[in-house]
């Protein structure tokens, strides 16, 4: 069972388009993660969101917490090529421990 | 500090052979993890070690052993290969129950091949 579901799974646009993907769940979380992955490497931290409505911003990146801790966004801005990467939310959910991370969303940002 | 580090990153096995995937941090993390990740299913837990001298099962722990060496080293042991373990493996850590919110670090990853 996913958790947590990303949209859209592929995503291919031109520098300076704006851009939103979507992680949803039918669970409430505690927190959630947002990762970046670049081809051959491992994911990178970007944000933790805890607070439902809570919105949070690193530089052109635009994250935001469900109010009812079910979802989350991310938006950037005026995207640009070294934006292109697998963005992928994690969460925990409930009592537990381990992390759930979402299928992903697969960004190409061209010039 | 060089975070995560997995070895090897490249493997390519025969079908019923054996190896094991190291994996090192100098974070100080109480939590290590292995993923599993293949294309269309995201990132699976293997197995966590959610402290030294614990380990317990993940998402799709068959076929594959762990074993906690000390706090710095978590390695995966995959017994006898199969093709359907063929995928790329990530290790993790993180600072453990005593942080609210289990922000990972992730290692660059071992891309096995299983023929």
């Known amino acids: 069972t996913q958790l947590l579901e990303q949209s859209p799974q592929f995503l291919s646009i031109q520098e300076g388009e704006n851009l939103t993907v979507y992680c949803n769940s039918s669970?409430?979380?505690?927190?959630l993660q947002w990762y970046r992955q670049e081809p051959g490497e491992g994911p990178v931290l970007l944000v933790t969101v805890v607070t439902g409505g809570e919105v949070k911003k690193l530089k052109r990146l635009t994250f935001q917490f469900g109010d009812a801790r079910k979802d989350s966004s991310l938006h950037i801005t005026a995207a640009q090529p070294g934006d292109t990467g697998l963005y992928l939310c994690?969460?925990?959910?409930?009592?537990?421990?381990?992390?759930?991370f979402g299928k992903g969303t697969s960004l190409l940002v061209t010039p | 500090n060089a975070g995560v580090t997995q070895t090897p990153k490249f493997q390519v096995l025969k079908t019923g052979q054996s190896m094991t995937l190291q994996c090192a941090q100098d974070m100080n993390h109480n939590s290590m993890y292995w993923y599993r990740q293949d294309p269309g299913m995201g990132l699976r837990l293997i197995y966590y070690s959610a402290s030294e001298g614990t380990t317990d099962k993940g998402e799709v722990p068959n076929g594959y052993n762990v074993s906690r060496l000390n706090k710095r080293e978590f390695s995966l042991r995959l017994e006898s290969a199969a093709p359907s373990q063929t995928s790329v493996y990530f290790c993790?850590?993180?600072?453990?129950?005593?942080?609210?919110?289990?922000?990972?670090?992730f290692g660059p990853g071992t891309r096995l091949t299983v023929l």
């Open positions: 669970s409430v979380f505690s927190s």
């Open positions: 993790a850590s993180s600072e453990g129950r005593g942080s609210s919110y289990n922000e990972q670090f």
């Open positions: 994690a969460g925990v959910s409930g009592s537990g421990y381990a992390l759930n």
